[in-house]
């Protein structure tokens, strides 16, 4: 069992930055890899980005590529998706996800291989 706990959503004006934390409780956090989901009101929850088992390959969503970071450190079982440039319409509750995977270096956007979910946390941006 993975329980993750995120934390670091708030309110931010249009520009401006949030880092999101993902805090693992597995000591088998280093089988998981890690995604990043998003729901706005009245949307479906969408792929936001993903880092590997060894942090060394990551992907993201088309909409947020090249404004958003994420990261792990593993010693600390805890997940980051760094946001930077952040606009009125990246406002919605964020989730972050564990993903079993047996290779070091895969990642996936498929909401149906992450089998853990965070609580969510909000993340609002004013204009």
């Known amino acids: 069992q993975v329980q993750l706990v995120e934390s670091g959503g708030g309110l931010v004006q249009a520009g401006g930055s949030l880092r999101l934390s993902c805090a693992a409780s597995t000591d088998t956090f280093t089988n998981y890899a890690m995604g990043w989901f998003r729901q706005a009101p009245g949307k479906e929850r969408e792929f936001v980005g993903a880092v590997s088992r060894n942090g060394r390959e990551t992907e993201y969503a088309d909409s947020v590529k090249g404004r958003f970071t994420t990261s792990r450190d593993n010693n600390k079982k805890t997940a980051y998706l760094q946001m930077n440039s952040l606009k009125p319409e990246d406002t919605a509750v964020y989730y972050c996800?564990?993903?079993?995977?047996?290779?070091?270096?895969?990642?996936?956007?498929?909401?149906?291989?992450?089998?853990?979910w965070g609580q969510g946390t909000q993340v609002t941006v004013s204009s």
């Open positions: 996800a564990a993903s079993f995977s047996w290779l070091e270096i895969e990642t996936t956007r498929d909401q149906k291989k992450y089998g853990y």
